[in-house]
């Protein structure tokens, strides 16, 4: 139980949170050959999947018979596939077109648990998050956890049902369990009780909704509260005493350039054995918090950031190329938050450089000889309900996603400021 946590963060089941020699734990990714390694030129605590060619084949060949076996079900022709024991193959196939390889970095992989029972909470921002979210938990947990995930009932429209095909359906296969926002009901929730009640573990999103808007946490009307994790895990320790179930806020930040995902974990938050529903709110609101203080900064952030500052503060609109490149660097020195991308710095000229081309094709801006003159009154403006921000106005998608913090928004707001005033 959390009472019974020493203070070097020991849990009740023996484990420490390390890894290696005589800690108990599996050795860390970096040693394991074959399926996780280190990416090079990151962090110790940056991973990503990687397997042989001779496992993608396997795994390629088991997914195809699977999919032929579904098919003759939808058919009518055989009784319904069982995809649950051969998720990793599926994360290999789905991960090779999709190029997680690639595009899908783990970040603090300490911080998450190596067994289950567990409960993650992130942030909804892309249509695949549940299942590039599972992969990364996958990673981090040195493929001890494969989660369950909670999803609205409906997911996907009529347009994803068909003869040979319902993806509500085979998101249910590969492990997702509805809750209808309508009308929720007790054998709804009671799933994901019992599922940590058998030591397994599931990923939820506390605030149910996508977020368009590029925010890390969005509520719609009748939404404006988190979901709330620590019920499932009252729950669950009230039947079972011994066990403490871990928390863990994990976020992803989507960078539209290089179109990479960095999943970065946080240190796991527990319910005290016998908590109230005050205490059981305040937890929730904490991991919330939580989540959003794990964005990792990139260099269309910060680029997004100081565009946006120019418009809203009515500065001179117009940069040189040259100037703005210093002022994106100018922040990175600041070192102005706890998660920094690792290739930001690094890569300022080229991100940028891809940024503004983009922010071009939107209409929200024009490049010229040596320079990048915004348009203020369309930056200044709020796209129509519904629609996502990062298609339609990727200068607010990006700013969006920092401006709750405040020392990078101070440091945006110096260097922005900087600037002349706009001429009349």
């Not at 019974?4 to 050959?33: F, I, K, V, Y």
Request: aromatic share 8%; charged share 25%; with cysteine.
């Amino acid at each position: 139980m959390h009472g019974d946590r020493t203070r070097a963060g020991r849990r009740p089941d023996g484990r420490d949170g390390r890894d290696g020699p005589g800690s108990g734990n599996p050795p860390p990714l970096h040693a394991q050959a074959g399926r996780f390694v280190r990416f090079r030129g990151a962090p110790y605590n940056t991973r990503i999947m990687r397997y042989s060619f001779l496992r993608e084949v396997r795994a390629w060949a088991v997914i195809l018979g699977i999919v032929s076996h579904y098919l003759a079900y939808r058919l009518g022709w055989a009784k319904r596939p069982a995809f649950k024991n051969n998720i990793f193959d599926a994360f290999i196939v789905v991960g090779r077109l999709q190029r997680w390889p690639k595009r899908m970095r783990v970040r603090g992989a300490e911080h998450c648990p190596k067994a289950g029972p567990a409960v993650f909470c992130s942030n909804h921002s892309l249509t695949d998050d549940p299942f590039i979210g599972e992969a990364a938990i996958i990673v981090a947990s040195n493929d001890g956890i494969h989660v369950d995930h909670m999803m609205r009932k409906g997911f996907f429209t009529s347009a994803g049902k068909g003869k040979l095909y319902d993806l509500d359906e085979l998101l249910v296969m590969l492990g997702a369990h509805h809750i209808d926002r309508e009308n929720v009901t007790l054998s709804q929730l009671r799933v994901f009780v019992d599922l940590l009640k058998t030591d397994e573990s599931f990923l939820m999103y506390p605030t149910g909704t996508r977020s368009r808007s590029g925010m890390v946490l969005e509520y719609r009307a009748g939404e404006g509260e988190p979901g709330g994790a620590a019920f499932f895990v009252a729950q669950a320790q009230r039947a079972r005493p011994e066990v403490s179930v871990p928390i863990t806020p994990m976020t992803r930040t989507y960078n539209p350039v290089t179109k990479v995902s960095q999943f970065q974990f946080g240190p796991a938050r527990y319910l005290q054995p016998g908590a109230r529903k005050p205490e059981q709110r305040a937890l929730d609101l904490a991991i919330v918090e939580d989540i959003a203080s794990l964005v990792v900064l990139h260099a269309p952030h910060v680029v997004g950031g100081l565009l946006y500052l120019t418009a809203l503060h009515q500065r001179e609109p117009r940069w040189t190329l040259d100037e703005l490149l210093g002022a994106v660097a100018d922040v990175f020195a600041r070192k102005p938050h706890a998660h920094i991308d690792d290739a930001g710095p690094r890569e300022v000229r080229r991100q940028t450089a891809k940024f503004v081309a983009l922010c071009e094709k939107q209409g929200l801006l024009r490049r010229e000889a040596g320079a990048v003159c915004i348009d203020p009154d369309a930056v200044l403006a709020t796209p129509e309900p519904g629609v996502s921000y990062r298609k339609v106005h990727l200068i607010k998608w990006t700013a969006n996603q920092v401006q709750h913090l405040p020392e990078v928004v101070n440091a945006l707001e110096d260097v922005a400021l900087a600037r002349p005033p706009r001429s009349a």
